[in-house]
């Protein structure tokens, strides 16, 4: 892992993810989205065809700004434009991918570009690491949520009803273009959501981000330059770090889902029709505390130090009113899973989070039933 690269400009951030013949650059500096073709120039010294993938939010924005810079540098340019939403990241709109991809007939050397938040670079990951074996993929984030965690790391995925991200692979990008100046067009809605994602960092390994988020909340909800700068760079080195140390999720990484198992089960429950995916995860990360704390884990009021910060984040911060029963069985189809065993990540304080494998369905139960 390298730390600031002192050659590049002093607005500029490169990160290098060290996974030996699968290693990449994580690129972040304002305004890079025009010089996507030269960097993609640079990582296929010979320019030929690839294909942007996108939604009906994003392409109008920033498709033409992209296309135009890979078709200077050389590139024959063509896109797949998809509906935008969670409840698109469906097999539907992978088939769609596929169908777009066997129609331009790319070979096994020509890259997609996922141009869009979580979603898109999910799905996009997902579809390249399946056609033809896997083609590279380059991660171009647009959202706060897909700047900060789910550009990074080489999960790819789409949704089952049963259960979220249930049906993909892991499968690394061969880069990662992030340009904060895109997050100016995002609803604040789409930016707490994201911002939710940022706090996870400081409650599972960085206390003093997660403080200095505390301090810095309303700046982070304006995008201003500065707080953006720390808040996407202090992220990035830390996802970069903790995939470089377990890649496919066998220990340490697990603890990048503090708040998911909960989350994703709100999601599921509630169709990814109610909740974006970091107000999930915000709300799952208030479940997770409380039961830390009901399990003797965590202090007493470690819940109320990250309701409050979620509460000046704008988040929701109420659960979804649903039996226990229906939540065990939504959690039971976790990724984290083993064999029937629920895994959870809990809290021993803010800035250390870790891996539960005895939380008994009763301890839920007493979980669930607190909040009537």
């Given amino acids: ?40 120039a640079d990582l296929f010294p010979a320019p030929s065809r690839c294909m942007i993938i996108s939604n009906t939010t994003i392409a109008p924005l920033y498709l033409h700004r992209v296309k135009t810079s890979l078709e ?9 434009i998809l509906a935008d939403g969670e409840r698109y990241k469906t097999i539907q709109s992978f088939g769609l991918i596929m169908d777009a991809l066997m ?3 790319l070979s096994r050397n020509e890259p997609v570009i996922a141009l869009g938040g979580g979603v898109v670079g999910d799905m996009t990951g997902f579809a390249a690491s399946c056609y033809r074996r896997g083609i590279p993929f380059i991660q171009v984030p647009t959202t706060v949520l897909a700047q900060v965690d789910s550009s990074v790391g080489g999960k790819t995925a789409i949704n089952h009803p049963h259960g979220k991200n249930m049906i993909g692979a892991f499968y690394q990008p061969r880069l990662v273009w992030i340009d904060p100046q895109v997050l100016n067009t995002l609803d604040i809605r789409e930016i707490r959501a994201g911002i939710a994602e940022a706090i ?3 409650l599972i390994r960085d206390a003093e981000l997660f403080s200095w988020m505390q301090q810095n909340i309303t700046a982070a909800l304006a995008l201003n330059a500065s707080v953006l700068s720390r808040l996407i760079h202090t992220s990035c080195r830390h996802k970069a770090e903790v995939v470089v140390a377990d890649e496919t999720e066998q220990g340490m990484r697990a603890l990048l ?19 974006l995916h970091g107000e999930a ?18 202090p007493a009021g470690t819940e109320k130090i990250i309701h409050d910060c979620y509460l000046a984040a704008g988040l929701p911060t109420s659960i979804p009113d649903f039996s226990a029963d229906a939540w065990l069985d939504a959690m039971g189809h976790d990724k984290k899973n083993i064999g029937s065993r629920i895994r959870y ?4 304080n803010i800035g250390d989070a870790f891996l539960a494998e005895d939380v008994s369905p009763d301890a839920i139960r007493a979980l669930i039933g607190s909040y009537i």
Avoid at 281 to 290: E, F, H, K, N, S
């Fill in 345 to 348: 990540i809990l809290l021993h």
């Fill in 72 to 80: 200077q540098a050389g590139w024959q340019v063509s896109e797949c």
């Fill in 257 to 275: 889902n503090l708040g998911h198992t909960f989350g994703h089960a709100i999601e599921s429950m509630t169709h990814y029709e109610s909740y």
């Fill in 103 to 105: 129609q331009a007939k």
């Fill in 281 to 298: 995860v915000a709300i799952g990360t208030l479940m997770a505390a409380r039961l830390s704390e009901q399990l003797k884990y965590a």
């Fill in 200 to 202: 996870k960092y400081g």
């Fill in 1 to 40: 892992m390298s730390e600031m690269n002192d050659n590049i400009a002093q607005n500029t951030q490169l990160y290098h993810v060290d996974l030996g013949a699968r290693a990449y650059d994580i690129h972040i500096e304002p305004g890079c989205l025009t010089n996507i073709g030269q960097a993609m």
